[in-house]
């Protein structure tokens, strides 16, 4: 059985609480049996350096930690301070591919074509291990109009790409800032909750309705080889 933790958008320096609410779920984490740890997107509020730095000592786990970027983030200080946008991590059960969906200046997602070379890349050299694919955008609407307004554009390009390999096993996003199961490209999309606030409506506001206050979140992938089986957990701090 293999085991994950799925954390997503801690966006440090976005509240005075940023820091604290990230701290508190890796400690959290921390006391879990966990095969990996998966961060989808959002890092830095500002992508200011000094927040990739406070980023950089957070984001440490025991066990093998992949993380790509957010449409929140920059890049080259991303790259520079927490590592290549696109990630791999290759475990003896399974393969875990995060993909770069940022767009400089926008919030909406794109796979770009090298992205896509790369991850199809890395997707064939295991077909015989079970693999998950992640990035930061989603690509379904999800029914909350403006997160819909700004997912991964195009996602029949990556739809094409996960099909072309059926030893794919699901896909994970964030984004959202709210726990979504649903499938795509035949296989199950999990989307993890918030770290930094939770997202509450679905219908149409002037902006993105966020709690500050709820706890942050996670989701607990279990994987058996064949089944994957998701919780989705919140971190009481104290």
């Known amino acids: 059985m293999t085991v994950i933790a799925h954390i997503s958008d801690i966006h440090i320096g976005g509240s005075e609480a940023s820091v604290e609410r990230a701290r508190g779920v890796m400690r959290h984490l921390a006391t879990l049996r966990l095969d990996a740890v998966v961060v989808t997107g959002d890092i830095a509020d500002h992508a200011l350096v000094e927040e990739y730095e406070i980023a950089a000592d957070l984001l440490r786990a025991e066990v093998p930690l992949i993380v790509c970027p957010g449409n929140h983030d920059a890049v080259p200080p991303f790259e520079k301070l927490i590592g290549p946008a696109n ?7 399974v393969t875990i ?11 909406h997602g794109h796979l770009a074509d090298e992205t896509l070379v790369w991850l199809d890349g890395v997707l064939a050299e295991r077909p015989e291990v079970p693999a998950f694919v992640g990035m930061h955008h989603q690509p379904i609407d999800l029914g909350i109009p403006y997160v819909d307004r700004i997912r991964l554009t195009a996602p029949e390009r990556l739809e094409a790409v996960v099909r072309r390999h059926p030893h794919v096993a699901g896909v994970f996003a964030g984004h959202a800032h709210t726990a ?23 219908v149409e506001t002037d902006g993105f309705p966020l709690d500050y206050d709820l706890p942050p979140a996670f989701a607990l992938h279990f994987f058996d080889g064949e089944r994957l089986l998701t919780h989705f957990r919140p971190v009481i701090l104290k």
């Open 87 to 93: 990630q791999v991590l290759r475990l003896d059960e």
């Open 97 to 107: 591919a995060l993909a770069d969906s940022s767009v400089p200046g926008e919030p």
């Open 180 to 202: 979504v199961s649903s499938t795509f490209a035949g296989v199950p999309l999990v989307i993890a909750p918030g770290v930094i606030s939770t997202c509450l409506t679905h």
